[in-house]
Structure formats: structure tokens, C-alpha cells
């Protein structure tokens, strides 16, 4: 499968922006899609992953409440809509695909089978 981030952007501290992961291949319900970031100096982390079917999701203690994703395997698509964004969110973010059954805890980058570019979020404090 491979993935294209895109939705990336400058915004203000509080302000909202959607990321969308678009899939191209077969088979795309039968994976399990994790969103990363990296901002400057930091590791790779992983912030939220969805599982195939939409139905869970797993996601690290600072964003809850702030960020969500959802999926259409029509579109062969998964979303972040992410909400309230504060300066630390500030990174290049990859969505990545894995063909599991997603449980917690989300799992690390090496993990992951196959990864998108990053598209880069920008907040302005």
C-alpha cells in the first residue's frame, strides 16, 4: 500500500487543521493506520493509530480530547482532525500502515510496514 500525507499548514495556537492519509493499492481495510510526528531535534512518536475498521483508536495523553481520526475505506482515506493546537504540536507528520489487529499501546515506528511522506504543521504561538 502506499500512503500520501497532505493537509499540513500554518495555523494559530488554538486553531484547527485535518490532515487526511490517502492510500493507493488493494486491500485497504485490512490495515491498521498510525499517525507520527517528529518535530525539530525529537524522535519520531507516535500520536494515534486507528484501527481497519474505524471502530477503536489509540492515542497519547496529550492529545486526547484535541485530536480525532476517522477513516472512509471507500475513499481509502483516514483522517486527524486536530483541534486546539498548541506550539508542542508543531511537527512533520507521517501516517504509516500496518496489516494488525490494533491494540494499545500504540506501537513504535519500526513497527510499521509502510509510511507516507510528512506534511508539515506549523503553530504560531
Known amino acids: 500500500v502506499q500512503l500520501q500525507a497532505s493537509g499540513g499548514g500554518l495555523v494559530q495556537a488554538g486553531g484547527s487543521l485535518r490532515l487526511s492519509c490517502a492510500a493507493s493499492?488493494?486491500?485497504?481495510?485490512?490495515?491498521?493506520i498510525a499517525w507520527f510526528r517528529q518535530g525539530p531535534g525529537n524522535e519520531r512518536e507516535p500520536v494515534l493509530a486507528?484501527?481497519?475498521?474505524?471502530?477503536?483508536?489509540y492515542f497519547i495523553d496529550s492529545i486526547k480530547g484535541r485530536f480525532t481520526a476517522s477513516r472512509d475505506n471507500d475513499r481509502k482515506t483516514v483522517y486527524l482532525q486536530m483541534n486546539s493546537l498548541k506550539p508542542e504540536d508543531a511537527a512533520v507528520y507521517y501516517c504509516a500502515a500496518k496489516s494488525v489487529i490494533l491494540t494499545a499501546p500504540l506501537l513504535p515506528q519500526g513497527k510499521w510496514d509502510y509510511w507516507g511522506q510528512g506534511t508539515q504543521v506549523t503553530v504560531s504561538s
Open positions: 486507528i484501527s481497519r475498521s474505524g471502530s477503536s483508536t
Open positions: 493499492g488493494h486491500s485497504f481495510s485490512r490495515y491498521a
